[in-house]
Nanobody, 126 residues
């Protein structure tokens, strides 16, 4: 069974930075699209960013463009999300998603991904 484990979350002040990491076990992420999603209290899960393994293309939600960067680790079984200039509205539980499409990243929607981490809390507050 594929396991995804997120790390790097926590409490940060507005304008600060965090780097989320996601490590896969029993499976290599490099052959499939990966993504980061988040869910704020009382809201639906939304896509933050997705990355295609086939051509390296990326998707970012408008709300995070220019501030967040998705990347893959060299070992092929990790994915990161660098988050800069964080805002209070970035607060939520962040989920790593793997086993997405082999070509492209689909619509970067939750239904495109078959494996999920347990989620990690990110809180942006002064």
């Amino acid at each position: 069974q594929v396991q995804l484990v997120e790390s790097g979350g926590g409490l940060v002040q507005p304008g600060g930075s965090l780097r989320l990491s996601c490590a896969a076990s029993r499976f290599r992420l490099e052959y499939y699209a990966v993504g980061w999603f988040r869910q704020a209290p009382g809201k639906e899960r939304e896509a933050v960013s997705c990355h295609s393994s086939s051509d390296g293309s990326t998707y970012y939600a408008d709300s995070v463009k220019g501030r967040f960067t998705i990347s893959r680790g060299n070992a092929g079984n990790t994915v990161h999300l660098q988050m800069n200039n964080l805002k209070p509205e970035d607060t939520g539980v962040y989920y790593c998603a793997g086993l997405g499409p082999a070509i492209g990243f689909g619509s970067c929607g939750p239904n495109d991904y078959k494996s999920w981490g347990q989620g990690i809390q990110v809180t942006v507050s002064s």
